[in-house]
């Protein structure tokens, strides 16, 4: 198959439409079958549930070419039950894992053409997302809804070589106990705007935010959840309920586990204790692991040991080896690379 002229490595993180998307529609109680096309835009009611109160939950993965050629998705099931807990959470009906799965497939070899080749750093990331298409006036769940997978191919994530980020600490919270922080809401987002616009014209990355009851404990930035590493090059990472579960973070804890034998320890973590990390990383799909070196907080700044030049060494190595399991250079466990040409 012949490849889209593109310049693959020269790709940014934007919305780039390609040829074809799923979509399927809930309505009296099930789902239809969902079909492809080619259609880039959504009709729906003026008074949808989504426009109206942000009944709305999204997914994100990738898809890449791997050494021998097949294309493949990492750990797509993972997304799919992350995406039923998001839609129980905010009453939607939850799209069953064999739809999510086969609209995956079908998006991804009706666009095989967009898939960047292996070696170029690029990927086919791939946007699942739900929302509450029905009309709503009075605060309710909608009375149907529709759920569309797209992809759109996106650039290597570091560029001119892995720079660590500086972050700072929040003013602002990103969740409440017992609110919306561990599912995947458009509405964790929206407001998550402000804060992250203040955190950039002040020169930062990103922000680190603190729990919301105590503002004690560090939770995690606005799209990606923390990994500390300890001065005996042992794994620290936050525990809590208003986390959202990272699945690149799941995935490596299991690699630090079982793959270099470390010692993983998942547990509320205090900002006092950041100052005496090595290393600290953010994680989740898109970049695997970015490196901190600072962090900003009201009346000081953490310098993290492993520097503004480089990632450390632990957070390398994981970052390696995780990498090396999706792209085929080292064996995956059970499950995790799905082949789908
Ligand atoms: C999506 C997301 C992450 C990262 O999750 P991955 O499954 O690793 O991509 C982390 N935090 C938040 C708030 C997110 O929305």
Same mark, same amino acid.
């Given at each position: 198959? +012949?490849?889209? *002229?593109?310049?693959?490595?020269?790709? @940014?993180?934007?919305?780039?439409?390609?040829?074809?998307?799923?979509?399927?529609?809930?309505? &009296?109680?099930?789902? !239809? +079958? $969902?079909?492809?096309?080619? !259609?880039?835009? /959504?009709?729906?009611?003026?008074?949808?549930?989504?426009?109206?109160?942000?009944?709305?939950?999204?997914?994100?993965?990738?898809?890449?070419?791997?050494?021998?050629?097949?294309? /493949?998705?990492?750990?797509? !099931?993972?997304?799919?039950?992350?995406?039923?807990?998001?839609?129980?959470?905010?009453?939607?009906?939850? #799209?069953? +894992?064999?739809?999510?799965?086969?609209?995956?497939?079908?998006?991804? %070899?009706?666009?095989?053409?967009? #898939?960047?080749?292996?070696?170029? @750093?690029?990927?086919?990331?791939?946007?699942?997302?739900?929302?509450?298409?029905?009309? /709503?006036?009075?605060?309710?769940?909608?009375?149907?809804?529709?759920?569309?997978?797209?992809?759109?191919?996106?650039?290597?994530?570091?560029?001119? @070589?892995?720079?660590?980020?500086?972050?700072?600490?929040?003013?602002? *919270?990103?969740?409440?106990?017992?609110?919306?922080?561990?599912?995947?809401? $458009?509405?964790?987002?929206?407001?998550?705007?402000?804060?992250?616009?203040?955190?950039? %014209?002040?020169?930062?990355? +990103?922000?680190?935010?603190?729990?919301?009851?105590?503002?004690?404990?560090?939770?995690?930035? @606005?799209?990606?959840?923390?990994?500390?590493?300890?001065?005996?090059?042992?794994?620290?990472?936050? %525990?809590?309920?208003?986390?959202?579960?990272?699945?690149?973070?799941?995935?490596?804890?299991?690699?630090? %586990? !079982?793959?270099?034998?470390? &010692?993983?320890?998942?547990?509320?973590?205090?900002?006092?204790? /950041?100052?005496?990390?090595?290393?600290?990383?953010?994680?989740?799909?898109?970049?695997?692991?970015?490196?901190?070196?600072?962090?900003?907080?009201?009346? $000081?700044?953490?310098? #993290?040991?492993?520097?503004? *030049?480089?990632?450390?060494?632990?957070?390398?190595?994981?970052?390696?080896?995780?990498?090396?399991?999706?792209?085929?250079?080292?064996?995956?466990?059970?499950?995790?690379?799905?082949?789908?040409?």
């Amino acid at each position: 198959m +012949e490849k889209k *002229d593109v310049n693959w490595s020269s790709l @940014g993180f934007s919305y780039i439409p390609v040829d074809y998307r799923f979509v399927a529609h809930w309505k &009296d109680g099930k789902w !239809d +079958e $969902g079909h492809i096309t080619s !259609d880039s835009t /959504v009709t729906i009611s003026e008074s949808a549930g989504v426009l109206q109160y942000a009944q709305t939950c999204f997914e994100g993965l990738k898809v890449y070419t791997t050494k021998d050629g097949s294309i /493949v998705a990492f750990r797509p !099931d993972m997304n799919a039950r992350r995406m039923q807990d998001s839609a129980e959470r905010l009453i939607m009906p939850k #799209v069953p +894992e064999e739809m999510f799965l086969r609209a995956l497939d079908e998006v991804v %070899k009706a666009n095989a053409a967009w #898939v960047p080749p292996y070696g170029s @750093g690029a990927t086919l990331y791939i946007r699942p997302f739900l929302f509450g298409s029905g009309p /709503v006036i009075g605060v309710a769940p909608a009375p149907e809804y529709e759920f569309r997978l797209f992809a759109t191919p996106v650039g290597p994530y570091f560029k001119g @070589g892995i720079k660590p980020l500086r972050i700072m600490v929040s003013d602002y *919270d990103r969740a409440a106990p017992h609110g919306t922080g561990h599912i995947k809401a $458009g509405l964790n987002y929206a407001m998550s705007l402000y804060p992250i616009e203040h955190a950039h %014209k002040a020169g930062f990355s +990103e922000n680190m935010y603190l729990d919301a009851a105590t503002r004690t404990y560090v939770e995690e930035t @606005g799209g990606a959840n923390f990994l500390f590493v300890k001065k005996d090059g042992n794994l620290v990472t936050p %525990k809590s309920g208003t986390i959202l579960p990272s699945i690149t973070r799941r995935s490596l804890v299991q690699v630090a %586990k !079982d793959y270099l034998g470390l &010692d993983v320890e998942e547990r509320p973590v205090t900002f006092d204790e /950041v100052k005496d990390f090595s290393e600290v990383g953010l994680c989740g799909t898109a970049a695997v692991i970015s490196p901190v070196g600072s962090i900003t907080f009201n009346g $000081g700044e953490i310098r #993290v040991p492993s520097g503004m *030049d480089e990632m450390g060494p632990v957070l390398t190595k994981l970052r390696e080896t995780l990498t090396g399991i999706q792209m085929g250079d080292i064996k995956a466990p059970e499950g995790w690379i799905r082949k789908i040409m």
